[in-house]
Each structure stands twice: as C-alpha cells, then as structure tokens.
C-alpha cells in the first residue's frame, strides 16, 4: 500500500518510481570482476569489463561509426552494463517500503560463465542457492515473497534451466528455484514457456554519452546510400538439421543484390565491428535467422544501421522483446516463415524485391527511430530526452510489479486460466484480453520430444546453449 501511495503523490517526481537496490555481499557482483579471467574458457573478459562494462573503444579508422560512443562491447555484458546504469537512475532510495520494484545486482551470467565446463552440478548451483538464501532472510523480500525483485542476467535462459540433477546436464538450476520463480530476471532471451524471464535486446557497439550523439547517428543511418537489397552475416550449422542458414547463404551467394559476411572460414571478417556494420549500412534488409538459440545479437547491430529486419522464427524477437519493440511487427521488419526457406516457397530476393520502395523507406524511418531504446546508454552518464533500453527495462518492470500490487489488494489476477507453458501468448494480448487461446504461431513454440510442461531445458534447449558456448570457443581460435 506505501508503495503504491507513492504514485498519488503528484509533488514527488520520483512517485511509483522508486527503486531499492540490495547491497549484496560482493562475492555476489564485485568479486567476480576482480577474477575477470575466470569469466570464460576461451575469452579474456578483462578487457571487456573495463569502461563500466562496454569494454575498449572502437577506433573509427574506416570513418563506419562516429568519433565518440564506440566500444567493443560483449554480447554478454550486459550484467555489469545494467548495475551501472543503475547506479544513475534518477530515483533510487534507501526506503524500501516506497520501492516501486527491488533490483538484485547479482552477477548472474558472469557466475554461470566460470562453471558451465568441468565443474560438477553443485558448484555450478553454489552462488544461486547462496544468493536466494541471502535473499530470503532479508525483510524486503518478506512483504511480496520476492515478487518485487529482479536480476538481470547477459545470457540466454537456458543456462539457467537445468532440470535434473544429473552431472552431464546443462547449466545451473536458478530460474527453478522456487524463490527465484517468485522474481523476474530478465536475459538477453527467455524461454517461451515460462513466466520469470523476460527478454531485453543484447548490447551493441554504441553507448552514447549524450543525445547529441544519438541524433547525429540517426540522422546519419537516414542519408547512407544502400547498394545491396538484402544481406547476412553468419555461418552454416551443418550440425542442425533444423537450420535454415546454409539456404540463406546460397540464396545471398546466388543473388547479384545480396550480400554475404562468411564467417567460418579462417580469419573471419565476422570479428570486426567496422566490417559487420558497414555492411548492415549498405543493406536494406538484414537476414536474421536463428542463431545457435532463438536469438541474436546481430538483430540489434543491424537495427543500429538503420537496416530492416528480416526474422524467420517468431522466437527471435516478436515474442522475445515485447517491451522494447513494437507489437505491430510489420511496421519495422519482414516475418518470412522458416518453412518457406525449407520448401524453398519463392526467393528471399523475389519477395523482398515486392516491397514498394516508399514502404521500405517508412520501415527503415521506424527502425531509426527504434533505435534509442534498443542500445544502453554509456553508464557514466545519462540521456536526457531519450530513454535507452535500460530505461524501457525498468519501467516494465515496475508497471509489472505495480499491477501485481494492485491485483493482489484488490483479490483479483491479472489473466483468466494463465497457463505457465504459453508464457509467450500473453505479452502479445490486446487490451482488456484476459485469456490466451490459439494463436497462428503455436507450429513455432510446440514443445520438442521429451520437454514436458513448463521445462523448455533438457533436448533441444539445452543443447542450443551448449552450441551457443561451443560457437563462441571456435569464435576466439
């Protein structure tokens, strides 16, 4: 109810806005920067946790970015970026009766990153169930039972769902525990049949220290001559049946107005920020298939270059980013069902090619204008008009918590018959609807043989996170 009374308080500007930052003991953060080495197998993370976690500027040698906002940023950092940004936000307080939501600057990708190879089930698991225990005692947690906390994790979900308790099976157990189901963490992907994760975009190569800069870069991406329709920058997955991407790299191979970015072969052009972002600036359209998992980082690269979108699987984003992107998906991307590459139903080319030119330029204007809320904003500082996706993330959270305050003193939930396993139906719910039925992308998010409900971590899930880590050793030799 105190909480809630702060939102009425038309005086405070911070009014249902507060958040309450737990001082965690810094084996649970701090720490593990200090051990940076032991962040991953085959990556140095030192480097990349310097400059609050962006990592070492880009120099702009090639004239492909601006002169200032640029680092070689990790695709898994976002941990450390999030903490930091926190560390700015305009309403922090020390009250946590008036918080409007509960951050928990745990370290949580970083803590998986140094077990998930040679170590055994329980210290895999040590942190987390520290953590929770830590948690628990605490009387902030004992108001809602932790359904006012969140963590943010830089790491797909499926490290953290594992399902047995069996040696040779995938990751650490912290989104099924039972504390952790209470609080909401939000990945860089969440898994479709389950309700406490939620996707934001992973981070780019851009972190603005002023909205100067963002303007510049958006007006920059609207005037860029693009010589290619269409391109992709990725490798085959000759090891995944269920992959479409040696298709689309004929299809780009075969097309005079393709443009293709291999990356397996030898010294990889795929490394280099400047290659993979001139390209995206020369395209109109950026092929986004599934990567290892559901997602990729590539997506929002692209979408920084002001290059459109074209998704294959629903699970890469239109049911994974629901807070950051559009629910109307056709007003900044093309959806070409992967079923259509598999039967080989027309060309990529063909159907791109049917798009009148002043849709594509009103598409790419939307991205454009996507793009403050797609990257995080230099930790060091604060934007001023723009909100970042650190500033969309938090506001999700506290309408989240905010409802949920609200239904409870009013005895009542938010959904009618909310079923666990169609997790990713709800976000995509019009107004006023309170119950999920069929929906034209269930094909997509049918469970594979042998998930039961409400699991989405053992076969082919597990499996995607393993071949996530395995791509990202083959990356570094």
């Known amino acids: 109810m105190r909480a809630l009374r702060t939102v009425q308080n038309k005086t405070d500007r911070c009014g249902g806005r507060y958040i309450y930052v737990h001082d965690l003991p810094s084996r649970f953060n701090d720490d593990m920067l200090k051990e940076c080495r032991s962040l991953s197998l085959w990556t140095n993370m030192c480097k990349f946790t310097t400059n609050a976690g962006m990592g070492p500027p880009l120099e702009n040698v090639e004239g492909v970015f601006s002169n200032t906002g640029w680092y070689a940023t990790n695709q898994f950092a976002v941990d450390v970026i999030f903490s930091n940004r926190m560390k700015q936000y305009d309403c922090l307080t020390n009250d946590s009766s008036l918080a409007a939501a509960i951050f928990v600057p745990f370290y949580a990708g970083f803590d998986i990153a140094r077990y998930l190879w040679g170590y055994n089930i329980s210290r895999r698991d040590a942190a987390s169930l520290d953590l929770v225990d830590w948690l628990m005692k605490r009387p902030e947690w004992k ?12 790491r797909i979900t499926w490290d953290f769902r594992r399902l047995s308790e069996e040696e040779g099976d995938w990751g650490n157990k912290l989104l099924f525990l039972p504390a952790a189901k209470n609080m909401s963490m939000l990945v860089v992907e969440s898994s479709p049949w389950n309700a406490n994760d939620f996707g934001i975009p992973y981070p780019t190569y851009f972190h603005p220290a002023k909205d100067a800069d963002v303007f510049a870069w958006q007006d920059r991406m609207r005037k860029l001559e693009r010589k290619y329709l269409f391109s992709f920058a990725g490798a085959p997955r000759p090891g995944n049946p269920k992959s479409i991407r040696g298709q689309i790299i004929d ?11 291999e990356c397996d072969f030898g010294e990889s052009k795929c490394h280099s920020p400047s290659s993979i972002m001139q390209m995206f600036q020369s395209s109109h359209f950026c092929l986004q298939p599934q990567g290892d998992s559901y997602t ?5 690269d692209s979408m920084l270059a002001g290059c459109i979108p074209v998704f294959f699987h629903p699970g890469s984003a239109y049911t994974q980013y629901t807070w950051h ?3 109307n998906f056709t007003t900044y991307s093309v959806f070409i069902p ?3 590459i598999r039967l080989r139903n027309g060309s990529i080319e063909e159907r791109l090619s049917q798009i009148p030119p002043e849709q594509v330029q009103i598409m ?3 991205v454009i204008n996507l793009i403050p809320q797609l990257i995080y904003a230099d930790p ?4 001023e008009t723009f909100k970042d996706a650190f500033d969309v993330a938090v506001q999700a959270v506290i309408d989240k918590v905010t409802r949920l305050r609200k239904n409870i003193i009013e005895g009542r939930t938010e959904y009618d018959n909310f079923v666990e396993e169609n997790s990713w139906k709800y976000a995509l719910l019009e107004e006023g609807q309170r119950e999920a039925g069929w929906h034209e992308w269930d094909p997509f998010f049918s469970k594979p043989k042998g998930e039961s409900a409400g699991d989405g971590s053992t076969g082919s899930s597990a499996e995607a996170a393993k071949n996530s880590w395995k791509n990202e050793q083959r990356d570094q030799k």
Request: aromatic share 4%; net charge positive.
């Open 143 to 154: 108001i809602m039972q932790g359904r006012d906390h969140f963590l943010v994790a830089g």
């Open 251 to 261: 299809q780009c191979r075969g097309s005079e107005l393709g443009k293709l970015l």
């Open 296 to 300: 990729r980082r590539s997506a929002f």
């Open 325 to 327: 992107l559009p629910k």
């Open 338 to 340: 992967e079923d259509d």
């Open 364 to 366: 790419r204007e939307n």
């Open 380 to 383: 060091r500082s604060k934007l």
